[in-house]
T-cell receptor
Framework: DMKVTQMPRYLIKRMGENVLLECGQDMSHETMYWYRQDPGLGLQLIYISYDVDSNSEGDIPKGYRVSRKKREHFSLILDSAKTNQTSVYFC????????????FGPGTRLLVL | GEQVEQRPPHLSVREGDSAFITCTYTDPNSYYFFWYKQEPGASLQLLMKVFSSTEINEGQGFTVLLNKKDKRLSLNLTAAHPGDSAAYFCAVGQGGRALIFGTGTTVSVSP
């Protein structure tokens, strides 16, 4: 069964703390994505990874960084979290790029106080 | 770059009625499209993927229409039922760049 997992599912942090969001997939997909979802804004692409150590900025990369050391894992890091980074974060993966279907994880709800 | 406008942001219908959602895009080179469904508190699930070669796409309980001339992608939930209550997102793509998502439509189906 094809699956994208995310950990943790819920997280509360204080402003200035570091945040690590983890994503995994068991489909050997090349491409992985991090999005954030805010009311009225839909999904905004933060970073895209085309394979191990091959990452590119999306539309809103400021304040975030990513790490992909294994094909099945993709991490999103917030160094010194800010209150405006409170959001729901979704990870997705696709076989390749472009026209391939993206499969989404369950999401992580992050609250930065 | 490509811009995608999705309307309406909210839609309330009675069970058995149709619910119609439209996305308009700007780049005529876009050639593949997605509709995703997101139930409350859940992730996005693929409803349908369509290519520009097919203008009418039938799914189970819904139809996706693509008007390439007007650059408009539509989702019609036919005979909606309470299980259709969810947020729906379109996404537009072309080679060489990531998908552009619409801002979503929250559909509420009342008995």
């Amino acid at each position: 069964d094809m699956k994208v997992t995310q950990m943790p599912r819920y997280l509360i942090k204080r402003m200035g703390e570091n945040v690590l969001l983890e994503c995994g997939q068991d489909m050997s997909h090349e491409t992985m994505y991090w999005y954030r979802q805010d009311p009225g804004l839909g999904l905004q692409l933060i970073y895209i990874s085309y394979d191990v150590d091959s990452n590119s900025e999306g539309d809103i990369p400021k304040g975030y960084r990513v790490s992909r050391k294994k094909r099945e894992h993709f991490s999103l890091i917030l160094d010194s979290a800010k209150t405006n980074q409170t959001s729901v974060y979704f990870c997705a993966s696709s076989l390749g790029q472009n026209q391939d279907t993206q499969y989404f994880g369950p999401g992580t709800r992050l609250l930065v106080l | 770059g490509e811009q995608v406008e999705q309307r309406p942001p909210h839609l309330s219908v009675r069970e058995g009625d149709s619910a119609f959602i439209t996305c308009t895009y700007t780049d005529p080179n876009s050639y593949y499209f997605f509709w995703y469904k997101q139930e409350p508190g859940a992730s996005l699930q693929l409803l349908m993927k369509v290519f520009s070669s097919t203008e009418i796409n039938e799914g189970q309980g819904f139809t996706v229409l693509l008007n390439k001339k007007d650059k408009r992608l539509s989702l019609n939930l036919t005979a909606a039922h309470p299980g259709d209550s969810a947020a729906y997102f379109c996404a537009v793509g072309q080679g060489g760049r990531a998908l552009i998502f619409g801002t979503g439509t929250t559909v509420s189906v009342s008995p």
